[in-house]
């Protein structure tokens, strides 16, 4: 999972050079070609502190079980990760219907996301009607453009405000203006084609987009990228997430036959899967995440508490054959104009993780990896088609995760550098995350006691790896695409048994020829495979398919 990129960008090589470079503590610069920004930040209110020695997973060698922690100034000492205090993601926007209210849930908060036209933006609301607490989810959007719940027919406006009540009498006292009427409302925005919410509905932040936005990601509006996007749930915690996209090194052994093994120094193959050292370095490490390079490029970012990021630059082919004709001598002329030539020629990919913490013990994903080359794919090949094989890789080691947080959990979060042994710079981005997590919010999330943090127990691997509902019922082209193949799947027997009956009625029995008549059968036989075929191929793809790393 931690390489998803390589399945679709197989000739990123990671020796070629990419540089993010941080010119302020929130601002994030993509550099090899123009300094074009990619992920930006407005500063919060949070004190800010200078690194003073660098957190480098050399250490990670030496001290596998207690790593020195990097130090600050005094200032960051008392600093504490406000995890209520965030923007978070809730949903690609084309992923969300504007004809129906939608359930989200998002740090423990239950929320409806819903269309309100007479302001022409999303909202987000508590779901939970004030009246009797049913879930608003479950209503509809009235002819008058109100959230309508659907157990008394209260109904709402944008801000959460009451509008009707059709159980009060229309000569009473007004009810319906009463503060308890109403419904929480969230601070909401819309950027970078994901909606994103403030999970705090205090009055105090009713304009908190004005001192705080979400991270901003360039690429995902830069039309000469392509920006698609894809969802997935899972059963697993957000910890347990967003370390395992950091980790590149699993990517040969958990996804093996899925993923091409990724490019490294080290050309000896010692095994069948070809995993190799990776050397992997923290550049920045503070309260609002960190830098790291790999192999001495400058390529991944991790903005907190939910943006995990890496670019790739790759020069066109033609710009390779061009430098290895011209040899040495491609060196001797204008450097500055060889340099801009190359920059304008130079393909960039770009990965993009979104990881959301739902609840103790499940997460949400929201990716995508624009890039500027071979944007026509896009064009052609359904967005759908693409989810097929991510999915795919998603879950061949969604079961290794969920059995590893119950591990984990057992053992403490805060104990997680005692209980795993990380020797190697392979790791390193995953332990500076873990020690991130400790520094800043004691090792685990703050849920602020709305909810338990006990994990939810293991269901049966066809239940805990089911697509349907973890992707599926969440993604616009794959819902309409697993609609369309399932009535396919029910009319071709249809077809099937109807060409074969017209066979059997044919009057008098030489009223059809020979060869027409084996050229029908043939074709029934046919439609009817093809059903059976569906049925298979819908199961896999769109329900459950099991993933045995044993028999590779």
Sequence with gaps: ?????????????????????????????????????????????????????????????????????????????????????????LMPVCDLDKRVPHAKRVMGLDVVVWWDRNDNSWKVLNDACPHRLAPLSEGRIDQWGRLQCVYHGWCFGGSGDCKFIPQAPPDGPPVHTFKKACVESYPSTVQNGIL???PNSGT???????????????????????????????????????????????????????????????????????????????????????????????????????????????????????????????????????????????????????????????????????????????????????????NLVLDSDLYLLHLQEHKILDVGPSNWQKACFVPTKSDAQVVAFRRWLKKYS????????????????????????????????????????YKVLNTLEAILPVISIGVLGIVAAAKPPGAIPAAAKTTLVLVAVLFFAASRWLTHFIYKNFHFHDYSHALL
């Design 1 to 89: 999972m931690g390489a998803l990129k390589v399945s679709f960008f197989p000739s990123l090589n990671s020796s070629v050079h990419s540089k993010l470079c941080r010119t302020h503590i929130q601002h994030l610069h993509y550099c090899p070609i123009s300094s074009t920004q990619l992920v930006q930040s407005i500063p919060s209110n949070l004190s800010r502190s200078k690194l003073f020695n660098t957190f480098s997973s050399a250490s990670v060698a030496t001290e596998p079980d207690g790593l020195t922690e990097p130090v600050l100034e005094d200032e960051s000492q008392g600093d504490k990760f406000d995890w209520f205090a965030q923007w978070y993601p």
């Design 196 to 198: 994103w919410f403030w």
């Design 204 to 390: 105090q932040y009713k304009d908190i987009l004005s001192t705080k936005s979400p991270p901003y990601i360039a690429v995902l509006d830069d039309p000469s990228y392509t920006k698609s996007m894809a969802n997935r749930d899972f059963p697993f915690g957000y910890e347990i997430l967003i370390e395992n996209l950091m980790d590149p090194a699993h990517v040969p052994y958990a996804h093996y036959k899925l993923l091409p093994s990724l490019p490294s120094k080290n050309s000896v193959k010692h095994d069948r899967e070809g995993g190799s050292p990776l050397d992997i370095d923290i550049h920045r490490w503070d309260i609002t995440g960190y830098s790291a390079t790999r192999d001495g490029n400058a390529n991944t970012e991790f903005i907190a508490p939910c943006v995990f990021c890496s670019v790739s630059t790759l020069p066109n082919a033609k710009d390779s054959l061009a430098e290895k004709g011209n040899g040495s001598a491609s060196s001797e002329g204008n450097e500055e104009g060889q340099q801009s030539s190359s920059q304008m020629s130079q393909r960039q990919a770009v990965l993009i993780f979104i990881c959301v913490p739902v609840g103790p013990g499940k997460s949400r994903l929201i990716y995508s990896f624009p890039r500027n080359f071979a944007v026509w794919l896009d064009r052609i090949i359904p967005r759908w088609v693409y989810h097929l094989q991510q």
């Design 442 to 481: 004691g090792g685990q999330i703050h849920w602020e006691g709305k909810l338990s943090e006990a994990l939810p127990p293991t269901p049966p691997k066809e239940e805990l790896m089911d697509r349907y509902w973890s992707h599926v019922v969440n993604c616009s082209s794959c819902s309409v695409a």
